[in-house]
């Protein structure tokens, strides 16, 4: 059964776990199996919570991920005006923010056909609730750019801005990013957070000199989700968590 209040053939934007594979909500898992195909980045991963939670596969699963999401659009279009509903997930947290999903979306709206994207479990959300920094608001700058020179240039653009940063980086290059970090935004605190909800979670919290200076020679695996708080004011204080005031 899938929602009630949905009319017709649907596309469903289906978070998963990023680690612990018991963060999934009983409406995702009633989707999961609901429907009648279903899109995964990886069908090995989407597999293991299908295993994990003794779920019935839809009758029709393939593949869209980053190298094939254009023929994998194609697909989706034709099963939809099948009348058949149709589900994607991407290897963890939700389709479309860092991960394949989002032509497909505005595709599945192109065509008018309605798109519903569930709540669930997110890599952004966790690393900025866990990493203690005030967040009066936060920028999300997903996976950074490989070369130093541009991402030195994607500092210098949010250097100002009132807001936290959060991205997305390899374990192999944390040392060197949090450097340019530092010479970018400044002295400034923040947050490595490693494999979250994983059993091996790890968050390391300090300021950007001695966080560039430890993770310059330490060795680590896994995600990695990076928050930085937002710059401090004229006076000498940390951005007020508050944010700005609205009413008089």
Aim: proline share 8%; glycine share 8%; with cysteine.
């Amino acid at each position: 059964m899938i929602d009630d209040e949905q009319n017709g053939p649907a596309f469903y934007l289906i978070p998963t776990p990023i680690g612990n594979l018991e963060d999934i909500s009983l409406r995702a898992l009633r989707i999961l199996q609901s429907v009648d195909a279903l899109a995964c980045e990886d069908t090995r991963h989407t597999r293991k919570i299908f295993e994990r939670h003794s779920l019935s596969s839809p009758p029709i699963i393939f593949a869209c991920h980053a190298h094939n999401e254009d023929r994998a659009v194609g697909r989706i279009l034709s099963l939809l005006h099948e009348g058949k509903s149709v589900g994607l997930t991407s290897d963890a947290g939700a389709p479309g923010i860092s991960d394949p999903g989002q032509r497909a979306a505005a595709a599945v709206i192109d065509a008018g056909y309605q798109v519903v994207s569930l709540p669930g479990a997110s890599a952004v959300i966790t690393a900025l609730t866990v990493s203690g920094l005030p967040i009066p608001a936060f920028s999300f700058l997903g996976f950074l750019p490989r070369r130093p020179g541009r991402q030195r240039k994607l500092f210098s653009a949010f250097a100002e801005a009132p807001t936290a940063l959060v991205f997305f980086e390899s374990p192999f290059r944390v040392g060197k990013i949090l450097k340019i970090a530092c010479e970018t935004l400044g002295d400034r605190p923040a947050a490595v957070c490693i494999e979250l909800t994983k059993k091996f979670e790890n968050i390391h919290r300090g300021r950007l000199p001695d966080l560039a200076d430890q993770f310059s020679e330490q060795k680590i695996k896994g995600e990695v989700t990076i928050v930085i708080g937002p710059p401090s004011r004229d006076d000498g204080e940390e951005s007020d968590p508050a944010g700005p005031a609205i009413f008089p």
